[in-house]
């Protein structure tokens, strides 16, 4: 009998000094700050972790689409709500849930945006069962902390201080010409969403909705990413699932985009100029639709007008690189 219940009790006890190993590191592990001097990964998106809680009106999660077209503080200084970009590199739908899901743990925006160029790219079941492991224990995603380690490390809990001006936005001023001629023909045919890809978006409606969030669905211009077969896709899936879908693709004309300046890399991603029409348009959308709080003349939000100022240096800096270049 004694036999017996080894056999159960020692892989039960195995489990429970995993998890309390797991645990113990992954405190450990984790950086302390949200600044690249503390380790942390993806420094302007989880800029987001510095924001005094409760205080973002929309969140937008999305790959570099997002950082590229969408700036928050264009929209501030228009309209007054507060936003923040939490986009990455060739992120995946994954990575845009755990912000989401993150990112509900001390704000409460009234809508998520989700860039949907990122929709489109597969996920591999390593990535995610890797993304599930980091949700759950920071060590497997800051293993390599281990070299950097300090005092600090073992006694003090994580307390974010860093805030972006530009909040997650990153500034381009460069100007390489797209030719757009058709690149949004008509079409009846239809782009597959990958299946592993509708799962999360599923995921992600239950989640803003548990949260009392929209979930808006944007396309934002790029000649190189998008098409009519891409925009059927995202909007029967829009449909079926009553969510919202704004396609800028086919309101370039309205937005008044110019793909032989606003765009720096040919047409895949819009520059500076065309993030302020990007924005511009935006913003507008989102206020008309709902009703979002100006905040400007709250002294509660003052931090953003500092904000502000540090983003008009941030992009007169840029743009003045870019004319030096171009001597």
Not at 67 to 84: C, D, L
Not at 106 to 116: F, R
Request: negative net charge.
């Amino acid at each position: 009998m004694k036999e017996k219940y080894k056999f159960i009790i020692k892989p039960i006890l195995f489990v429970a000094i995993l998890c309390m190993l797991l645990i113990f590191f992954s405190f450990l592990f984790a950086p302390k700050n949200n600044i690249e001097e503390a380790g942390i990964h993806m420094v302007n998106a989880n800029g987001i972790l510095g924001e005094r809680e409760h205080t973002i009106d929309v969140l937008v999660v999305g790959d570099s689409e997002s950082y590229s077209a969408i700036s928050p503080m264009e929209m501030w200084q228009r309209y007054g709500f507060t936003s923040y970009v939490c986009g990455t590199i060739l992120q995946p739908l994954l990575l845009s849930e755990r912000f989401i899901e993150r990112t509900f743990e001390a704000q409460s925006p009234t809508v998520v945006i989700l860039e949907t160029n990122t929709i489109f790219r597969e996920t591999t079941l390593s990535q995610d069962i890797e993304s599930k492991l980091e949700s759950y224990f920071s060590v497997f995603q800051y293993h390599n902390r281990w070299k950097d380690l300090s005092g600090y490390d073992f006694f003090r809990e994580p307390r974010y201080t860093w805030t972006d001006d530009s909040k997650g936005y990153i500034c381009n001023a460069y100007i390489k010409p797209a030719t757009a001629a058709g690149y949004m023909a008509y079409t009846d045919k239809v782009e597959k969403i990958p299946e592993t890809n509708q799962a999360y978006l599923k995921n992600i409606i239950d989640l803003c909705r548990d949260n009392n969030a929209e979930l808006v669905l944007l396309s934002t211009p790029s000649t190189v990413n998008w098409n009519y077969k891409r925009h059927n896709a995202i909007e029967n899936f829009a449909n079926e699932y009553g969510v919202k879908y704004l396609d800028m693709n086919l309101i370039a004309d309205e937005i008044a985009i110019d793909w032989s300046v606003d765009t720096r890399d040919a047409g895949d991603h819009v520059n500076y100029t065309g993030s302020v029409k990007v924005s511009a348009y935006l913003g507008q959308y989102l206020k008309e639709e709902y009703d979002l709080p100006d905040h400007r003349e709250d002294p509660a939000y003052s931090s953003w007008h500092d904000a502000m100022e540090g983003y008009i240096v941030h992009v007169e800096e840029e743009k003045e690189a870019r004319a030096a270049a171009r001597k």
